[in-house]
C-alpha cells in the first residue's frame, strides 16, 4: 500500500464549477499536508500548506484536513481553464523529503 | 516566493555519456535539497537527499555512482548522471528546503529534461 494514495483522474470538469481534489494517506506520523500544481513539463508549484486539522484558504483554493480519516482535500471554486493541471498532494513527517500522491489530472473546458 | 533554477532546462546525449545538472536555491540558503525523477504520467520519486557538506543520502534501488550528488555551497547542488544510457531519460527535478520560523517548505525548480540516444 502506498502511504499517499490519489486517484489519478482525469478529472474533466466545466469552466466555473466547483473541483474536489482527495488524497488519503496511511502513516500517521505524517504532520504537513501540502497541495502542489504541476503544469506539463514544469516542475510542481507549491500551493498550499497545511500542518494541523481543519481548513485553510487562499483565494479560489481551499485545503481541508482531517488527520481522524486521514484525509486531505483540495477545492477549486470557480475554476478556470488555467487551472488545468496536474495536482499534487504531500505528506510530511518533518524530518525527510516529502511523500508524494500519484497526482491528479484536471482539466477544466472553457 | 522562494526560486529555484535549474540548468539546462532540457539536455540531450549520447549514450555512455555524463552529463550534470545544477539546481540553484537564488533567493534562500538551502542546506538541504532534494533530487526526484518523473517519468511520463507518473508522480514524482526521491532519488536523493543533498546535504550542504555532507554525502549525499540514496533511496533504495538509486545507484550512488550512477548519479553522483555534489552539495558544495548553501545555494547549489549538482546530479551528475555519468555513463548515460536510453533508460536513464526523465524529468529531474531537484527542490530546496526552506525554514522560515521552524516550518520547513520545499520549493522546487522549474525541472530539467534528460533524453539519452
Known amino acids: 500500500q502506498k502511504e499517499v494514495e490519489q486517484d489519478p483522474g482525469p478529472l474533466s470538469v466545466p469552466e466555473g464549477a466547483i473541483v474536489s481534489l482527495n488524497c488519503t494517506y496511511s502513516?500517521?506520523?505524517?504532520?504537513?499536508f501540502m497541495w502542489y500544481r504541476q503544469y506539463s513539463r514544469k516542475g510542481p508549484e507549491l500551493l498550499m500548506y497545511?500542518?494541523?486539522?481543519g481548513n485553510k484558504e487562499d483565494g479560489r483554493f481551499t485545503a481541508q484536513v482531517d488527520k481522524s480519516s486521514k484525509y486531505i482535500s483540495l477545492f477549486i471554486r470557480d475554476s478556470q481553464p488555467s487551472d488545468s493541471a496536474t495536482y499534487l498532494c504531500?505528506?510530511?513527517?518533518?524530518?525527510?523529503?516529502?511523500?508524494f500522491g500519484s497526482g491528479t489530472r484536471l482539466q477544466v473546458q472553457p | 516566493g522562494a526560486v529555484v533554477s535549474q540548468h539546462p532546462s532540457w539536455v540531450i546525449c549520447k549514450s555512455g555519456t555524463s552529463v550534470k545538472i545544477e539546481c540553484r536555491s537564488l533567493?534562500?540558503?538551502?542546506?538541504?535539497m532534494f533530487w526526484y525523477r518523473q517519468f511520463p504520467k507518473q508522480s514524482l520519486m526521491l532519488m536523493a537527499t543533498?546535504?550542504?557538506?555532507?554525502?549525499?543520502?540514496?533511496e533504495q534501488g538509486v545507484e550512488k555512482d550512477k548519479f553522483l550528488i555534489n552539495h558544495a555551497s548553501l545555494t547549489l547542488s549538482t546530479l551528475t548522471v555519468t555513463s548515460a544510457h536510453p533508460e536513464d531519460s526523465s524529468f529531474y527535478i531537484c527542490?530546496?528546503?526552506?525554514?522560515?520560523?521552524?516550518?520547513?517548505?520545499?520549493?522546487f525548480g522549474p525541472g530539467t529534461r534528460l533524453t539519452v540516444l
Open positions: 527542490s530546496a528546503k526552506r525554514t522560515v520560523m521552524s516550518t520547513d517548505t520545499q520549493y
Open positions: 502513516n500517521s506520523a505524517f504532520q504537513y
Open positions: 497545511t500542518y494541523s486539522s
Open positions: 504531500a505528506s510530511d513527517t518533518g524530518r525527510r523529503a516529502l511523500t
Open positions: 533567493d534562500f540558503q538551502a542546506t538541504t
Open positions: 543533498s546535504n550542504e557538506g555532507s554525502k549525499a543520502t540514496y
